[in-house]
């Protein structure tokens, strides 16, 4: 013991003893959503918690608290007995002053045996001497264990009832004095009756006391155990979003992990709770009902492929494509390729409902990737089946004016709208963009002084090296404005535009639109098949480039932290997000003019439809498809809000013939602007927001023009001087730049 004592850290090193404490972040009103830590734990001073909770520990845990000097000794004696009895060491006589050295360092030990009793003995009379039993009780409160990953009572207040340890009532605090006997067993998220059983004996030994009255003890026995709602619960789709302020964190502030995990802020992020629950529904709801359409697909797929000839056609390792289903196990699906070749194939757990008996018959179609090649002396071969997890997607929302971050869901939410994996594919997910990277090239054309009526000849075309841009009709149109290009998503004449202006040019002025890149640029290929979407972007940074197109030209880097606080109210972070111009006037007006008329006479006419009252003007996009149909996006903005829609799966798979972005991205878009606009008690949002000078004035349907709805086509005009209502340059044919053919 002497031995020990020379090696026994000094009692002042424990006074600067400095837990680790979580880490809370909060939405825009200041409400927590999500909490980071190492443990779970939130101080809380021993002035400020209800007087019953200290009692109700000292009562349970060590009566004579108040008066013995570290150590009980009747205590002591209790103990010895009982456990010779019972010949071990089973029961103990642990003062609060003793416990609390054990919880404060791994120097003393948890071994039930008399040398670490006599250690504890040692420190907590060195602690008596040198602390106020206030202080000792206080540190004690904050540090003990309380269950269910929660350290000291205000977290684990937070944790069981959803409130501060300062609004706890009797009931509630001989519950958390019940716990440090056995944690686990008496949390209440593990065993509710077990917890009940437990308060009462606190509440027995409190009243045994007269600590408390026989009315505040009938009250407190029979009132039931109140956990909050969301307690013992996944945070809902939140969990993406906090993962979104995380990241930002550690890459704007460089801050570690560590310090993030256990420094005790507060984070205040952009998330508006009401947007992000509106994401969450009308993402969710709108995969649901994507994937039934996709599986309605499945067999005429399957079909096509059969009839074509591609069913028979030789099999490669590293295929997708499809095969027949021939017999069924519980667990396992037994398909063919052309030629009887079969295999064993596991089904998927987490996609499992997409192969069940209600929508996978014998003899249907399924898709497959194929891992080994049959051999030329067998025709077994290996492979999985596709997809191997549901249809995804994510949706991004942000402030058109400042670039904040409102809503972004990472995933597909579960029934309840939670997380249900850990990959955020609106932050991290890079896939390829399809024509909604069309607009950053065309705003560079406007830049060079074109204009949305400016002519280009569609019509067939080889560029150098041999590239030969379709359209998705299949056929050309001849002269094509670019107002009608755009609208109509038509990559002739979108490919022939950039590429007559200078692809060096054009590739350089799209990395202006790229804020919401780590390092402010695209990196994509130098090559023109990058116009028409052949690059591969998030949610987010595609929903940061369109920023600019929704702010009268101004743009600011997209971001999801306001500030870091310390507990105590020590800033820590303050970032100052200030926007810059970014498009000059007439070119934010030309594009909004452009984005406008995809909405009202191009791809997405079906979607302006389909919302309440006179959305035009008031909402503006560009769809985007890729090859096979295995990416579906739809990016837009109106007055307030700039949001970006993915749908898709994990594994590169079609969603079925011309269901591009404006039919699968595009009604989940709409919906959400729709229930936005109902949020702020509107049909239809205010008018998109233009340059000074600039208005919106609705036109009647074009002479000519042939459809089976009456449209109405949104045009930018300058009302003063009224000569130039109609803003334009004379068609123009420009001149091939000679440096681009290198490109």
Known sequence: MAAWIQQAPPVPEMEEYDPPEMTVIVDRSGTPYAHLFEQRRRFARLAEMPARLPEAFIAIEDTQFRYHTGVDPIGILRAAVTNARRRSMS????????????????????????????????????????????????????????????????????????????????????????????????????????????????????????????????????????????????????????????????????????????????????????????????????LVEEEKQWLATRSERFADEVSSGAFNAPVRTGQMRMARLVRRFENTLVVELGGGKRADLAIPEEAAALFGEDVLQIGDGVDVEVLSAPGESRGVWRGRLLPQKPMQGALVCLEAHSGEILALVGGRPDEAGRRTDYFNRATSARRQAGSTLKPLFFAGLLHKGMTPDSVVVDEPVTFPGGYAPQNFERHFFGPTTLQEAMAHSRNVPTARAVWESGMRDALEYADRFAIGTDDGEWHFPRQLSVV????????????????????????????????????????????????????????????????????????????????????????????????????????????????????????????????????????????????????????????????????????????????????????????????????????????????????
């Not at 995380?246 to 952009?270: F, H, K, M, N």
């Not at 606080?565 to 934010?588: I, Q």
Request: net charge negative; aromatic share 8%.
């Open 91 to 286: 029961q103990g006589a642990s003062t609060i002053t003793q416990q609390l050295p054990r919880n404060l360092g791994e120097e003393i030990g948890r071994e039930k045996t008399l040398e670490r009793k006599a250690r504890e003995a040692l420190v907590s009379f060195q602690m008596e001497r040198h602390y106020s039993k206030d202080q000792i009780l206080e540190t004690y409160l904050n540090q003990i264990y309380l269950g269910s990953g929660n350290y000291g009572v205000e977290a684990a207040a937070r944790c069981y009832f959803g409130k501060s340890v300062t609004e706890l009532d009797l009931a509630e605090c001989a519950l958390l004095a019940g716990l440090p006997q056995l944690p686990e067993r008496y949390s209440p998220l593990n065993d509710p009756v077990a917890a009940l059983r437990r308060r009462n004996q606190v509440l027995d030994r409190l009243f045994e006391l007269e600590w408390i009255s026989a009315q505040e003890y009938d009250a407190a026995v029979t009132a039931p155990l109140r956990l909050a709602e969301s307690t013992g619960k996944r945070s809902g789709s939140s969990e993406w979003f906090a993962d979104a302020a995380r990241r930002e964190i550690e890459r704007r502030a460089q801050v570690d992990a560590a310090r993030l995990r256990s420094e005790g802020w507060i984070v205040e992020t952009t998330m508006d709770a009401p947007l992000q629950r509106i994401a969450t529904e009308v993402l969710r709801e709108g």
């Open 532 to 743: 028409l979407g052949a690059a591969e972007v998030t949610p987010l940074e595609i929903a940061a480039a369109y920023l600019a197109f929704a702010n009268a030209g101004y743009a600011a880097e997209p971001h999801a932290v306001r500030s870091i606080r310390h507990n105590t109210g020590r800033s820590v972070y303050a970032p100052a997000w200030r926007s810059h111009r970014l498009l000059e006037a007439r070119e934010c007006a030309g594009m909004v003019q452009m984005l406008c008329g995809v909405m009202t006479e191009g791809t997405g006419e079906r979607l302006m439809a389909d919302l309440p009252g006179d959305w035009r003007g008031c909402l503006a996009g560009k769809s985007g498809t890729t090859s096979d149909y295995r990416d579906a996006w739809f990016v837009g903005f109106s007055a307030r809000h700039v949001v970006a829609v993915w749908v898709g799966f994990d594994q590169p798979i079609t969603l079925g013939d011309g269901r591009g972005g404006s039919r699968v991205a595009g009604p989940i878009f709409a919906e959400f602007h729709r229930r936005a606009a109902e949020l702020h008690g509107q049909s239809a949002p205010e008018p998109i927001m233009l340059p000074p000078g600039w208005e919106i004035a609705c036109e009647e349907p074009l002479d000519g023009y042939v459809s089976s709805e009456p449209l109405c086509r949104v045009r930018i005009q300058q009302p003063d001087p009224p000569e130039t209502v109609a803003y334009g340059m004379p068609d123009e044919t420009l001149e091939t730049d000679d440096a681009s053919t290198s490109d």
